[in-house]
């Protein structure tokens, strides 16, 4: 079975699924087999790879009932790399509240990912901005967390917030780690995140990934149309930060 990371921060706004969407098309150019699942009712990991009118089944389906299989579609990158996506829509906005009545609520990810998980090298789980039902069902079915963060006072509570969020799923999760805290949109040129920078690689230490990523409107740019960073002319300094994050990730699990 591949690892299963969930991508996760309490806090809105601070670069999770453009981590997810990114990290994953990154490994799939490295030529690693690659399953993104999209867990936010937002549908945003699933419009970054142009699925933003799918109409077929989603993860909703198959969090509702067992016996419906999670819905996989491919995803052709440039280069002849390519990934598989699990999508998402605001019907799972609906299904969380449906879930709250059903038994094994918090499992259901974590027993469809076991059918098909050992297809792949890494499984990377993109969450919503809470801790409701469908994140903790993220973190019950991964292995490890990736917490993007912006290097922001503000953000620091959302960090501290998910910490202890995790040590409460350890009780149905015990094999659960932190794979590392990753720095995004960042600015050093603002006096500010480079002191919170600091502040997290003092507390944090090795936890917080020596990869940077930048504040880059054409990151924001490729999602908005629907494609990686890949597929993006003028993202290629983007592209080299989300690739030494992917060697960082890899050598990590």
């Known amino acids: 079975m591949g690892v299963i990371i969930a991508v996760a921060n309490q806090k809105g706004g601070v670069g999770k699924t453009t981590t997810a969407a990114n990290l994953g098309a990154s490994l799939a150019h490295r030529g690693r087999k690659v399953l993104l699942v999209d867990m936010d009712p937002q549908g945003n990991l699933t419009a970054a790879f142009g699925q933003a009118t799918h109409e077929g089944p989603t993860i909703a389906d198959s969090l509702l009932d067992r016996k ?18 699990v999508p998402a829509t605001l019907a799972l906005a609906s299904a969380e509240a449906a879930l709250m009545n059903k038994l094994g609520r918090e499992l259901r990810l974590r027993d469809q990912l076991g059918t098909v998980a050992d297809r792949y090298e890494f499984v990377l789980i993109d969450t919503p901005p809470s801790l409701g039902l469908l994140t903790i069902n993220a973190l019950v079915a991964a292995h490890k967390v990736i917490i993007p963060t912006e290097a922001r006072f503000f953000s620091l509570q959302g960090l501290q917030m998910l910490q202890e969020s ?88």
Not at 75 to 82: I, L, M
Not at 183 to 202: C, F, H, I, N, W
Not at 227 to 253: P, T
């Open 68 to 85: 419906v299989p999670l819905p996989i579609i491919t995803v052709q990158e440039p280069g002849g790399a390519s990934l598989d996506l």
């Open 166 to 253: 995790i040590e409460e799923i350890l009780y149905l999760n015990p094999r659960l780690e932190v794979l590392g805290i990753v720095l995004s949109k960042y600015d050093r040129r603002l006096k500010e995140e480079r002191t919170v920078s600091s502040y997290l690689r003092e507390h944090w230490g090795d936890l917080v990934f020596k990869t940077e990523i930048a504040s880059n409107s054409k990151i924001l740019e490729a999602a908005s149309v629907g494609v990686s960073i890949f597929a993006y002319h003028g993202a290629e300094r983007a592209v080299g930060a989300y690739r030494e994050l992917a060697d960082e990730v890899a050598s990590r699990v």
